[in-house]
């Protein structure tokens, strides 16, 4: 019995290590898989919310311009449009896989985010990102559906670059986080009739920071606004109370909590960010 266990424990420690080899290979090859003259992108799609239930954008597809060129920036004749007209071989649209379809941005707050798009493309820099969006857009308020109508011409957001937003985190890795703003981004003309005019910004998590913390009681409501005389981000915490603000340039932010259903603002001054640390506030308990 006591030969058998033994038996037992060395084949498991075996098959444990063989595991732990597999795996550690498997991850050295994931980080050496980018063929030679390519390098490997990868979209991230986080949210910046606003007072809905459900915010549904349906994205189709995601494409990226490269400039393979050897120069440091397009030429002037490439500088303020699109650059798709074929006369420059150098400067091409590479297409990234995608999950198509419906996304709810609300699902992607408080540091939650989604792999978006990935591929690999040429080497060179990226000039451009397209996003193509398709005509199910809707959100819900109060229990309510409505469509999201699509202004004129914005079925295509085109996010310009200048070739240097990614964080090559790995060498021929690169990744980018695009934070959809919802609450700029929604507009309301009537009553039951909104629109979307997509704002987006980007981030990499090396270059900026993170404020976090925890608001009680649930019923407040609260919404949460992190400012400076720079930037605008918004909160609004899960049921447990708990918020995250990720995307910040490192200084000093003001953060101030909206409370309703009869409870007090809140506002506290003098918050440090610092690039890739999270700065935790102290437990907010909001009064009435």
């Not at 080899?21 to 979209?43: E, H, T, W």
């Not at 090396?206 to 649930?218: C, D, F, V």
Request: hydrophobic content about 40%.
């Amino acid at each position: 019995m006591k030969a058998s266990r033994k038996i037992f424990i060395i084949l498991m420690a075996a098959f444990c290590s063989a595991a732990i080899f597999i795996a550690c290979s498997k991850d050295k090859s994931d980080v050496s898989a980018v063929p030679a003259g390519q390098q490997r992108v990868s979209l991230y799609l986080s949210d910046d919310p606003a007072l809905f239930d459900k915010v549904l954008i349906d994205i189709q597809s995601v494409k990226v311009l490269v400039d393979t060129s050897s120069a440091d920036s397009l030429d002037h004749r490439h500088h303020d449009r699109d650059c798709d007209d074929g006369r420059d071989t150098s400067v091409i649209w590479q297409d990234l896989a995608i999950r198509p379809g419906v996304y709810d941005l609300l699902t992607l707050r408080n540091g939650a985010d989604t792999l978006l798009a990935a591929g690999n493309i040429p080497q060179g820099k990226i000039k451009r990102i397209k996003i193509t969006l398709g005509a199910n857009n809707s959100l819900v308020k109060d229990s309510v559906s409505y469509p999201l109508h699509l202004m004129r011409g914005d079925s295509v957001i085109t996010l310009k670059l200048y070739g240097h937003e990614f964080d090559e985190y790995l060498t021929g890795q690169l990744q980018l986080w695009l934070d959809f703003n919802v609450g700029k981004s929604i507009i309301k003309v009537r009553n039951g009739e909104f629109y979307l005019k997509p704002f987006i910004r980007m981030f990499i998590m090396k270059a900026t920071g993170a404020i976090e913390g925890k608001i009680t009681p649930w019923d407040a409501y609260a919404v949460v606004s992190v400012y400076n005389a720079k930037d605008t981000a918004y909160a609004i915490p899960f049921r447990d109370g708990k918020f995250k603000v990720r995307g910040l340039a490192p200084g000093s932010y003001t953060v101030f909590v909206n409370a309703s259903n009869g409870y007090q603002d809140t506002t506290i001054t003098d918050v440090t960010v610092n690039a890739r640390e999270e700065t935790e506030l102290p437990k907010i308990e909001l009064h009435k």
